[in-house]
Nanobody, 131 residues
Framework: QVQLVESGGGLVQAGGSLRLSCAAS???????????MGWFRQAPGKEREFVCA????????YYPDSVKGRFTISRDRAKNTVYLQTNSLKPEDTAVYYC?????????????????????WGQGTQVTVSS
């Protein structure tokens, strides 16, 4: 079982930046390094929204237009940690941010944008952007 713990959220003014982290722990945390990873977010009253994804090796990333050029996903496989650097934040970026692991995508070069396709989730970290 892989446990994911997000951190780094907070309150920031529009135009500011935050760096979110997602650390894997647990008896099988090492398996985390072979899974594609994704970040999602959910604002009150809205569906969970895909933010970005990274392949298991970290060699490729994928972003929707809403965050492209502002957000960067990366991973340190040795530390079992995935990061989300968020820049030029806007009030509409306000949400709870979740990281997720795609167990079925192990060692595959895939980008899944549907949250139903992810197997492990963290508890989320709140990002609030004030105008």
């Amino acid at each position: 079982q892989v446990q994911l713990v997000e951190s780094g959220g907070g309150l920031v003014q529009a135009g500011g930046s935050l760096r979110l982290s997602c650390a894997a722990s647990g008896r099988t945390a090492g398996s985390f390094s072979s899974y594609p990873m994704g970040w999602f977010r959910q604002a009150p009253g809205k569906e969970r929204e895909f933010v970005c994804a990274i392949t298991w090796s970290g060699g490729r990333t994928y972003y929707p237009d809403s965050v492209k050029g502002r957000f960067t996903i990366s991973r340190d496989r040795a530390k079992n940690t995935v990061y989300l650097q968020t820049n030029s934040l806007k009030p509409e970026d306000t949400a709870v941010y979740y990281c997720a692991a795609d167990r079925a995508g192990e060692y595959k070069v895939v980008f899944r944008t549907d949250y139903h396709d992810y197997d492990y989730w963290g508890q989320g970290t709140q990002v609030t952007v004030s105008s």
